[in-house]
Nanobody, 123 residues
């Protein structure tokens, strides 16, 4: 079993930056592929970014490419999402997720989820 705990999100002005972190426990972190998703009320959970076990390979949603960066520190069992040039449309609850094999853009492919953290971008 894997436990994922996201950092507290926050309120930021449009154009600002915020970094989320997600600490993992319960399994060897370096064996997990990690992803970030986001979800607004009454919407489906949306893929944001993912990173493979080693950190060498990453993939991003088109909507965040060039603004967000996913990274991981396997020594600290933590994955990060650096969010720059934030826009009001980025307002959502952000979720950290983990899976065993390969990267995926689909929430159903992930085995473990954090509790979610609210990010609000004001205009």
């Amino acid at each position: 079993q894997v436990q994922l705990v996201e950092s507290v999100g926050g309120l930021v002005q449009s154009g600002g930056s915020l970094r989320l972190s997600c600490a993992a426990s319960g399994r060897t972190f370096s064996s997990l592929n990690m992803g970030w998703f986001r979800q607004a009320p009454e919407n489906e959970r949306e893929f944001v970014a993912a990173v493979m076990e080693s950190g060498d390979d990453t993939v991003y949603a088109d909507s965040v490419k060039g603004r967000f960066t996913i990274s991981r520190d396997n020594a600290k069992n933590t994955v990060y999402l650096q969010m720059n040039s934030l826009e009001p449309e980025d307002t959502d609850v952000y979720y950290c997720a983990a899976k065993n094999d390969g990267l995926s853009l689909y929430p159903r492919a992930y085995d473990y989820w954090g509790q979610g953290t609210q990010v609000t971008v004001s205009s």
